[in-house]
Structures are given as structure tokens and as C-alpha cells.
């Protein structure tokens, strides 16, 4: 933690005054928000925030919680962690009711968790998918709305598993925190599957020359690698180089590789990309009352972060609504449980298939291909539930 983050949670700790925890008949409940609407992910904040007012919106039409309107309150960090606790300090002693919040990244989910803690009465999560937050000891103010980066990749390799039994696999990592989460607990899991991890490599996040790192697949010859640390970039490259080398290794991505919109312009390279995806796509064909309501508001395409800030938000309202509708108080203790006893609950078709919450993760996921033509991820595979 750096000093002057150190510093601002000691300002919060001085200037949020002790604010009721009940919200009365009729008060707004305020879902709070660190939100990166510049910087490297601006592009994924901006969806984000979208998603959030437009389930509020829906929500508050329909009667709010209660009665109660949800309020969102938030401003930009640039996707800084000393900003976003800034923001965090500033909204939480502006705002009353303040019980719900959405935080940037996964620097800021561990930075401001003691202080969830201190409080006692805010919810949080966010944009991160981080295994260490999937922790209900730890991180019990906290929670994740969808799987978390050890989850995908379990998604993934069950696929696999189903799919060419002892396959040879290659992990590419980028060289960050974000980027190495999953290595080593996935490891085991695809040797109890059968599975055999040839290879991993580890490049920077924006890599340009990986023709080493290619050489590397020519000579494990892989039948599927999996990217992780990454939106966009080394994947083309990687992808490129490897088709004209021959290989017939199938490349797959986690959450934020999974977006079709940025695969767009890379043309026909990316034909056949593959990943996971906790959410159905904007344009997906299948029964969703949700979706259809999504596309009346908004009749152009709605990326990934989209989705998961919509399905965060509905999770959050659903905590709150179940911990008003037995009398308790608002406190994160009590919002937490509640959101614990969601069980085969429906989303309206934004998750394909009824969604349980045992602990701090929604734990199901469903692979998805680029279609080169269509412009468009398409299913391959039925939704993959790990608790099941």
C-alpha cells in the first residue's frame, strides 16, 4: 500500500461520521462507484456504467426495492487505486444510505477491504475476478458476479477434457499480478483431468515481438493455449504467427479477451477464437426476457462489461431487497447472508441457466467462438456449472 493511500484511508477512517444503517420508508438506497471512465480501461468502465444505470433504471421503474429508488453515485479514478479510494472516501461522506459499492480493479477491492470491514455496511464488488477475492473469510464484505479467474480456467479445461480427452496444453500469461493468478492451481487441475501443460510462457501485458514465445508453441505443438492477462493484444500476433507456421492449436481467452466488438478488426486470424463467458452476448438469439428488455433501451451492441455491470447491480438489489424483506438492517453482515440464500435464482436470461451463490463467486460459464463473418461470439458449449 502506498503512503498516500495509507494516508487516504486514514482520512476516511477521520470523515465518514457514523451514518444510519437502516434506510427508513421511502429513502433512497445509494449504490456508490470507483469507476475507471478513463485510461487503459476506460473502454470496459464506460460499459460498465451503463449496465449499472440501466438495471437501476429498470429497477426504479418497476417499483425500486421496497419502494425505495436505487441511486448510483460515482465518479471517474483513471483506473488509479489512489483515486479510487479518494472517490470512496468522498462518496461515502456525501452520501447517506451509501450500502452498495462498486470498486475498479482488484488493487482497490484489497486496499479498501479492511475498511468495508471497519464500516460494516456496504457490499462491494466490482471488476475484478480476482481468485483472491473468491475468500468469504477474508473478503466477507465482498463478492464476485461471475467466476473468478481459477473458475474460467476450470471452465475451460472441463471443456477440454470433454473435448479431446489428454489434450496438450500451453498457458501464455502476461508477466502482472492479473496475468499470473491462475497459473499454478490450474496446473494441478488439468493434470487430475488428464490433461498435460506442455509449456507456459510469460510475456509482458503489451508485448509486440513475441516470435520467440512462438517458436516456443512450434516446438510443444500444442492442441489449445489459453491466454490470461490480456485484452487484446499479443493474441493477433501470437495467432498470426502460428497459423503460418502450421500449427493447428486452437487459442482460447478468459473475461476480458471475450469481448466481440475488439476482435472485429482483426479479420479472419481471429476466426475460431475461443473463450469463456459468464454472460450471455447482446446479440445472442436465445430465449432472454432480460436481454430483449436490454436491446428496447439500448438497440446497438452492448459489450461484456456491459453485462457484468447489469448483473452485478441486480445482485446487489436482490441482497438488499431480501435483507429489507426480513427485517434486518442494512449492514454488510446481514446483505452478505442474504446474498448467500440465492439459490436457482433467474436473471432473466442474462446467465443462461439458474445462478446459485454459495460463497463469494457465481461459479458458471458457458464457451464461446468468434465467427469471423457474423462479427459475433457464438455458443459451443452448454453453461458449465462447477458446483454441480
Known amino acids: 500500500m502506498t503512503k498516500r493511500t495509507f494516508m487516504a484511508l486514514a482520512a476516511s477512517t477521520a470523515l465518514v461520521a457514523a451514518a444510519p444503517t437502516f434506510a427508513q420508508d421511502g429513502e433512497e438506497i445509494v449504490l456508490g462507484g470507483s469507476l475507471p471512465l478513463t485510461g487503459v480501461f476506460g473502454f470496459a468502465g464506460v460499459a460498465i456504467e451503463a449496465g449499472i444505470q440501466d438495471y437501476l433504471k429498470i429497477l426504479n421503474e418497476d417499483g425500486g426495492i421496497n419502494g425505495r429508488k436505487v441511486r448510483l453515485a460515482y465518479e471517474d479514478t483513471g483506473y488509479q487505486v489512489d483515486q479510487s479510494v479518494a472517490v470512496f472516501n468522498k462518496l461515502t461522506s456525501q452520501n447517506q444510505n451509501l450500502h452498495l459499492y462498486y470498486g475498479d480493479s482488484t488493487a482497490f477491492s484489497r486496499t479498501i477491504n479492511p475498511e468495508l470491514e471497519r464500516r460494516g455496511d456496504i ?39 470433454k473435448e479431446k480427452p489428454g489434450a496438450k496444453l500451453v498457458f501464455v500469461n502476461s508477466d502482472s499480478e492479473f496475468g499470473r493468478d491462475p497459473i499454478e492451481s490450474s496446473t494441478a487441475l488439468a493434470k487430475e483431468l488428464g490433461l498435460e501443460v506442455v509449456e507456459q510462457i510469460i510475456t509482458p501485458p503489451g508485448a509486440v515481438d513475441v516470435s520467440t514465445e512462438v517458436l516456443k508453441l512450434r516446438r510443444s505443438r500444442p492442441d489449445y493455449a489459453i491466454f490470461h492477462g490480456y485484452i487484446l493484444a499479443p493474441l493477433p500476433e501470437f495467432m498470426t504467427q502460428a497459423k503460418q507456421l502450421g500449427l493447428e492449436t486452437k487459442f482460447m481467452g478468459t473475461f476480458w479477451s471475450m469481448d466481440s466488438s475488439i476482435w472485429d478488426s482483426v479479420g479472419e486470424v481471429a476466426d475460431g477464437f475461443m473463450g469463456v463467458m459468464p454472460y450471455r452476448y447482446y446479440y445472442d438469439e436465445e430465449e432472454a426476457p432480460m436481454l430483449k428488455r436490454i436491446r428496447e433501451m439500448r438497440p446497438t451492441y452492448q459489450a461484456t462489461g456491459y453485462m457484468q455491470g447489469f448483473l452485478t447491480a441486480m445482485l446487489m438489489g436482490e441482497a438488499v431487497k431480501r435483507t429489507l424483506d426480513a427485517g434486518q438492517e442494512l449492514t454488510a453482515k446481514n446483505m452478505k447472508a442474504a446474498l448467500n440464500t440465492i439459490k436457482d435464482f433467474d436473471t432473466g436470461g442474462i446467465i443462461g441457466v439458474p445462478i446459485s451463490i454459495p460463497g463469494n463467486t457465481v461459479p458458471v460459464g458457458r464457451i464461446y467462438q468468434y465467427d469471423a463473418s457474423a462479427k459475433q461470439m457464438q455458443p459451443v458449449s452448454d453453461w458449465i456449472s462447477l458446483k454441480e
Request: glycine share 6%; charged share 15%.
Open 123 to 161: 457490499l462491494m464488488a466490482g471488476a475484478s475476478f480476482a481468485t483472491e477475492i473468491n475468500d468469504p473469510e477474508n473478503f466477507a464484505p465482498q463478492f464476485i458476479a461471475g467466476p473468478d479467474y481459477t473458475e474460467m480456467y476450470s471452465i475451460l479445461l472441463e471443456y477440454i477434457a
